[in-house]
């Protein structure tokens, strides 16, 4: 989707004083979109805030959720007991609620109550200061961990990165679980990940690496978002086979970040010669470059 779709998008969905909202800012600026019950939607634009006139209903929520999902919100009831659902150009939706639970599984989310959209970005070329660091001097792409904060732009970057090496020449394989590193549609992906990318879109991280590592020859395997202990061991796997991987984590700092169970394994074994940790308070702004054994490089401090 180009950015004028994008708003386009979002404002068919909305009541007209948000579309207007929409439309008034600046190409690329719009990061987050906020609705709830009893209040005003919110608009995070660059670092600003811009509230809409208006107040919602719960109803309105509703309706708007369900716009967005193009009338078939109800239908997709598994991804709404993550939390959150994807839409059309890989943006996701992030929706609260009451929700109906069975023991310590949630069954269903009702009453919608607020949502939160984080608008997917294509910003070509945010990568850049990356890329000198993901080849050896044989020009093997080396595994990198992406870190950061939600909303500070790792999917963004990871895409970039994928793009880029793929413009290379690298064989990228993507398995993009939530939709939203190439958001397909029809089978052709929205989003730039480059020419010579093939993507396994919708399927679980652990089931997809192995998928790509069995069937499509990768030199690189992309995936967002790792976390659980099978997540770890499929990295490892590909990590035995030769194969590089390119990933990101929810984190504020390397140590709390690595540290953390099955990671921490990946870490002992420095399966990836590069993490990257993003900026705390500027979006897809990279703080630190460091090795597979933590140090930092080019220059840079550890902070």
Same mark, same amino acid.
């Given at each position: 989707m180009t950015w004028m779709e994008t708003i386009q998008f979002f404002s068919g969905c909305m009541p007209r004083a948000v579309g207007k909202t929409l439309a008034a800012q600046a190409e690329g600026a719009v990061r987050e979109i906020r609705v709830r019950a009893g209040g005003r939607a919110s608009i995070l634009a660059g670092e600003e805030e811009v509230l809409c006139p208006g107040t919602f209903s719960q109803q309105q929520v509703a309706q708007v959720a369900e716009a967005l999902c193009e009338h078939a919100l109800y239908v997709r009831a598994e991804e709404q007991r993550q939390g959150f659902v994807t839409l059309r150009g890989g943006h996701r939706m992030g929706l609260c609620g009451r929700v109906v639970a069975h023991g310590q599984s949630v069954r269903? =989310?009702? $009453?919608? #109550? #607020? &949502?939160?959209v984080r608008v997917a970005a294509q910003r070509p070329g945010v990568a850049d200061a990356l890329v000198p660091y993901l080849r050896d001097e044989d020009g093997r792409v080396y595994s990198v961990l992406i870190i950061g904060l939600p909303g500070m732009g790792k999917t963004t970057l990871l895409r970039d990165a994928c793009r880029t090496l793929s413009k290379q020449g690298v064989h990228m394989c993507v398995v993009d679980e939530r939709s939203e590193i190439a958001a397909m549609s029809g089978g052709v992906a929205q989003l730039d990940v480059g020419p010579n990318t093939d993507v396994l879109d919708g399927c679980a991280k652990e089931a997809g690496l192995r998928w790509m590592l069995r069937a %499509?020859?990768? $030199? %690189? &395997?992309?995936?967002? $978002? =790792? /976390? #659980?202990? =099978?997540?770890?061991q499929t990295v490892m796997d590909a990590s035995k086979c030769g194969v590089a991987v390119m990933a990101t984590l929810h984190g504020r700092d390397l140590e709390t970040a690595l540290s953390r169970g099955a990671l921490y394994t990946l870490?002992?074994?420095q399966v990836f010669q590069r993490y990257v940790l &993003?900026?705390?308070r500027r979006v897809g702004s990279i703080r630190l470059i460091c090795d597979e054994k933590l140090r930092p &490089? /080019?220059?840079? $401090?550890?902070?």
């Open positions: 269903a =989310l009702r $009453e919608i #109550s #607020s &949502l939160c %499509m020859s990768p $030199e %690189m &395997l992309v995936t967002d $978002e =790792l /976390g #659980s202990a =099978l997540d770890a870490v002992q074994n &993003l900026d705390t &490089l /080019g220059g840079q $401090e550890a902070v």
